[in-house]
């Protein structure tokens, strides 16, 4: 006789646990402690099995029904439904985090490549997505994530988000634990960062000044100004800047060997950078290292202890935010101190042209000529370096400018 609600709700334990038949294999079993489960009782190639269903009062007598149907429907096709569920069961586990990271481990990135993905998902994906079986993930609640981004502003933030989901998706895909993308097609959906204009950037030596000036009188983190004042002297790109270690400077020499996979858009076997650092720069590195030195980066993020093992590299807005603050929002970014060096060093200074680019980290001359030379570049980037944290001096001083001597063909 099957089951009615009536009698399943009224199931008694008992001192030995007991089944309670329904129809087609499905059964109460009542538990001493009173517990209630929904079994379904099957024969599999010859052998008997048992496959629990669910757990009763949270799955109804109707709802155990139709999925002990489901099940069978299963059987009829030749599957074994207790196999069948734990693959389901695999999957679920296989959350959005943990494919991401199987995702990053099949890519062949660069150090750097690597690092921004990895802290992409870790700081804006995994939050919201990074528990969720990657196979259940929607187009409604990626695109929920995305607009977190997007009404904060950050939509190049968004944009690369997109395509890091998309890509984890497809990876997804390809091991059978997806059958759809969420990601795609949804680009059209969030807004377009604007096409950049380059990047903002004070050249002339006036408002340079201003600049050098409002960061003296920063009043945030000691971290945050101490990586403009030295960003204002080494004319490193952003993403270096942040990514600058300890292990990389030889204090003894004033020097930094920067890693050839740190640099901007390079692939495969790359030269390391060596960038001699002025006095004024030293300075501000030995100003740090009380508060660094036990750690990795030379400017960790304020928000992470520095040799805690978890230290983090600054984000890649923090900089720019800082300057913002500072009054310099649409006028001058991190980036722009490279653009700053580069014009006032050349116009106001009078140096040597290709000694300005080398200490841009921009490629002069053909590799032979590179190689061969390079002992030679490296003081004359030495000195270039020093006249212009000399001139910087004057700048924040608010002296009248006198213009050093000429390094044009040395």
Same mark, same amino acid.
């Given at each position: +006789?099957?089951?009615?609600?009536?009698?399943?709700?009224?199931? @008694?334990?008992?001192?030995?646990?007991?089944?309670?038949?329904?129809?087609?294999?499905?059964?109460?079993?009542?538990?001493?402690?009173?517990?209630?489960?929904?079994?379904?009782?099957?024969?599999?190639?010859?052998?008997?099995?048992?496959?629990?269903?669910?757990?009763?009062?949270? +799955?109804?007598?109707?709802?155990?029904?139709? &999925?002990?149907? &489901?099940?069978?429907?299963?059987?009829?096709?030749?599957?074994?439904?207790?196999?069948?569920?734990?693959?389901?069961?695999?999957?679920?586990?296989?959350?959005?985090? !943990?494919?991401?990271?199987?995702?990053?481990?099949?890519?062949?990135?660069?150090?750097? /490549?690597?690092? %921004?993905?990895?802290?992409?998902?870790?700081?804006?994906?995994?939050?919201?997505?990074?528990?969720?079986? =990657?196979? &259940?993930?929607?187009?409604?609640?990626?695109?929920?994530?995305?607009?977190?981004?997007?009404?904060?502003?950050?939509?190049?933030?968004?944009?690369?988000?997109?395509?890091?989901?998309?890509?984890?998706?497809?990876?997804?895909?390809?091991?059978?634990?997806?059958?759809t993308n969420p990601a795609v097609g949804l680009s059209k959906l969030i807004r377009s960062p604007a096409k950049s204009k380059g990047h903002p950037a004070a050249i002339e030596a006036d408002a340079f000044a201003g600049v050098?000036?409002?960061?003296?009188?920063?009043?945030?983190?000691?971290?945050?100004?101490?990586?403009?004042?030295?960003?204002?002297? $080494?004319?490193?790109?952003?993403?270096?800047?942040?990514?600058?270690?300890?292990?990389?400077?030889? $204090?003894?020499?004033?020097?930094? @060997?920067?890693?050839? %996979?740190? +640099?901007?858009?390079?692939?495969?076997? =790359?030269?390391?950078?060596?960038?001699?650092?002025?006095?004024?720069?030293?300075?501000?590195?030995?100003?740090?290292?009380?508060?660094?030195?036990?750690? =990795?980066?030379?400017?960790?993020?304020?928000?992470?202890p520095s040799g805690s093992g978890r230290e983090k590299t600054l984000s890649e807005n923090t900089i720019n935010s800082a300057l913002n603050a500072l009054g310099f929002k649409g006028l001058h970014t991190c980036h722009g101190?490279?653009?700053?060096?580069?014009?006032?060093?050349? &116009? !106001?200074?009078?140096?040597?042209?290709? /000694?300005?680019?080398?200490?841009?980290?921009?490629?002069?001359?053909?590799?032979?000529?590179?190689?061969?030379?390079?002992?030679?570049?490296?003081?004359?980037?030495?000195?270039?370096?020093?006249?212009?944290?000399?001139?910087?001096?004057?700048?924040?001083?608010?002296?009248?400018?006198?213009?050093?001597?000429? /390094?044009?063909? =040395?």
């Open positions: +006789m099957a089951l009615s609600d009536v009698k399943v709700r009224n199931a @008694k334990p008992r001192e030995q646990r007991y089944r309670l038949a329904d129809a087609d294999g499905l059964y109460i079993e009542v538990m001493p402690t009173g517990r209630r489960y929904w079994r379904m009782r099957y024969t599999y190639r010859g052998k008997r099995r048992w496959l629990t269903v669910g757990v009763y009062p949270a +799955m109804t007598l109707a709802a155990a029904r139709r &999925e002990c149907r &489901e099940r069978r429907e299963l059987l009829d096709a030749g599957k074994d439904p207790l196999a069948e569920r734990k693959v389901s069961d695999a999957r679920t586990e296989l959350t959005f985090s !943990k494919v991401a990271e199987r995702w990053l481990d099949a890519q062949e990135l660069g150090t750097r /490549t690597r690092r %921004d993905k990895a802290a992409r998902i870790e700081n804006h994906l995994a939050p919201h997505l990074g528990d969720r079986p =990657v196979g &259940e993930l929607t187009s409604p609640e990626v695109l929920a994530v995305l607009r977190i981004m997007e009404s904060a502003g950050k939509l190049e933030q968004a944009r690369k988000c997109r395509q890091i989901i998309e890509g984890v998706c497809t990876y997804a895909i390809g091991e059978g634990l997806l059958v050098l000036r409002s960061i003296e009188g920063y009043t945030g983190t000691m971290t945050v100004r101490a990586a403009m004042l030295f960003v204002s002297l $080494a004319p490193v790109r952003s993403a270096e800047l942040r990514c600058l270690r300890w292990d990389f400077y030889d $204090a003894e020499t004033m020097m930094f @060997k920067i890693p050839g %996979d740190l +640099m901007k858009g390079t692939q495969g076997d =790359v030269p390391n950078h060596l960038l001699p650092v002025s006095r004024q720069a030293s300075e501000v590195l030995d100003a740090m290292r009380p508060l660094s030195g036990h750690g =990795v980066y030379v400017f960790p993020s304020p928000t992470t101190f490279r653009s700053s060096f580069s014009t006032l060093a050349n &116009e !106001k200074l009078n140096l040597d042209p290709d /000694t300005i680019e080398r200490c841009l980290a921009h490629l002069v001359g053909t590799e032979v000529s590179r190689a061969y030379n390079r002992g030679a570049y490296i003081d004359q980037m030495r000195d270039v370096l020093q006249r212009w944290a000399d001139y910087c001096d004057v700048l924040r001083s608010g002296s009248n400018v006198v213009l050093l001597r000429s /390094t044009r063909g =040395v």
